[in-house]
């Protein structure tokens, strides 16, 4: 069976620019995490979403969204990029909102 | 709020050193806490976990001991191999926000033969 499978691996935007980045979850999973991790640090919790429904929202300003669409994938969108975004982006997927979650490649956003 | 403290990095170790990563977190209640590998270029792994007090998890050789008294869930290997060389980051999930991980900062392991 296929892992969490994100797209794409790498990205480059300008500045005040807006980036989508998609995730497909694990095959019978039914929540999606997402995270950003900068160099040099660990992952950040942005969103949780569950069936479909955002189920929680970290520290992250209104620019970052996202969405779970019926087959349970889901997109990050960031708007008005700003140099500080540039990190790597992670999704998690897991069978429920609270049990393992296994983590994609991530995708690495490079805003100049 | 919840966090989590590792040690800083690199660590360098020859090939059957013995491993220590220690690991601290501040946290209200019972969280569950976790070890996390991440190889170059790829994902995160679940390397191991335990849910409640003096739980010890284990997996590959690795194990770490979740200790209330000290708050603490430092990661331990016996003999590490030159295959083990990759960043760790100690991880903690809590109440009513299991889903929400929260992570330390890692720590890179570099094992030369």
């Known amino acids: 069976d296929a892992g969490v499978t994100q797209s794409p691996t790498h990205l480059i935007k300008t500045r005040g620019q807006h980036v989508t980045l998609r995730c497909s979850p694990i095959?019978?999973?039914?929540?999606v995490s997402w995270y950003q991790q900068v160099l040099g640090q660990g992952p950040q919790f942005i969103f949780q979403?569950?069936?479909?429904?955002?189920?929680g929202r970290g520290n992250f300003p209104d620019r970052f969204s996202a969405r779970q669409f019926p087959n349970y994938s889901s997109e990050l969108n960031v708007n008005a990029l700003l140099l500080g975004d540039s990190a790597l982006y992670l999704c998690?997927?897991?069978?429920?909102?609270?049990?393992?979650?296994?983590f994609g490649q991530g995708t690495r956003l490079t805003v100049v | 709020g919840d966090s989590v403290t590792q040690m800083e990095g690199p660590v360098t170790l020859s090939e059957e050193a013995f491993l220590t990563i220690n690991c601290t977190y501040t946290a209200t209640g019972y969280p569950s806490l976790f070890w996390y590998v991440q190889y170059p270029g790829e994902g995160l792994q679940l390397l191991l976990k335990?849910?409640?007090?003096?739980d010890k998890g284990s997996n590959k050789g690795f194990e770490a001991t979740y200790r209330k008294e000290t708050t603490s869930f430092h990661l331990e290997k016996g003999s590490v191999q030159v295959s083990d060389s990759a960043v760790y980051f100690c991880?903690?999930?809590?109440?009513?926000?299991?889903?929400?991980?929260?992570f330390g900062s890692g720590t890179r392991l570099l094992v030369r033969p």
């Open positions: 991880a903690l999930s809590h109440g009513d926000s299991s889903y929400k991980l929260i």
């Open positions: 979403y569950y069936e479909k429904e955002e189920r």
């Open positions: 095959s019978g999973h039914k929540s």
């Open positions: 335990a849910t409640k007090a003096d």
């Open positions: 998690a997927s897991s069978f429920t909102a609270n049990t393992e979650a296994f």
